[in-house]
């Protein structure tokens, strides 16, 4: 018998949108925005500059910044064309809708239409929060693997582990805003849409995503 995926997954769970893993360590997900930094001005850039230098300094604990390109899907960009199209009375502006929607679909074929989404991976370790020192392992997020196995982690440990782990994230994000950067955490639903597609890259990016209980849609 076929050992399942979850089997080779470093993820226990994902609860309030904070990632368990096996080992009972906590990891948090924000979401960046990107800046058109080469459109600014010298003196922007230069602020800019030295606000993320000064974020970079300010931390005391390891976090990780994620780059993630994928394939743009227009699909339902083009079906909404699609569906005006059909309900257009006036038959020119029909004609002029249908010829946008073919000059939108030969304007990226052939072509690797890509977007770009980043994220900072905010670690937390249960012997943190426990009091008990030691030094939080690293790993690729994105790429996560077999990790061991510790004990089960209670109620009063999480709440404690994740109300440091918001504080941690909570700063990081004030420092990113201070750089001109949209930050916003992601929610359960969120975070297990990203590692799906992330183990399944051709399904994203023709739009498909698994159905999630309604529970995690928070």
Known sequence: ????TQNFLEIQDVREGIVILKDNNLRGILVVSSSNFALKSDEEQMAISYAYQSFLNSLDFPCQIIIQSRNLNI???LDSIKQLEDNQSNELLRVQTFSYREF??????????MTKSFYVIVPYSLAEALGVSGTVRQINPLNLFKGSKGRELNTADFEKAK???????EFLASGLRRCELEV???TSAEVIELFWATHHPAEAEVGYYPEILPELLK
């Not at 030969?106 to 239409?113: F, I, M, P, Q, T």
């Open 75 to 77: 699909t339902p960009y």
């Open 184 to 186: 916003a955490p992601l």
């Open 163 to 169: 109300n440091q782990l918001w504080q941690r994230m």
């Open 104 to 113: 939108i679909k030969e304007l990226v074929k052939g072509d690797n239409v």
């Open 1 to 4: 018998m076929e050992p399942a």
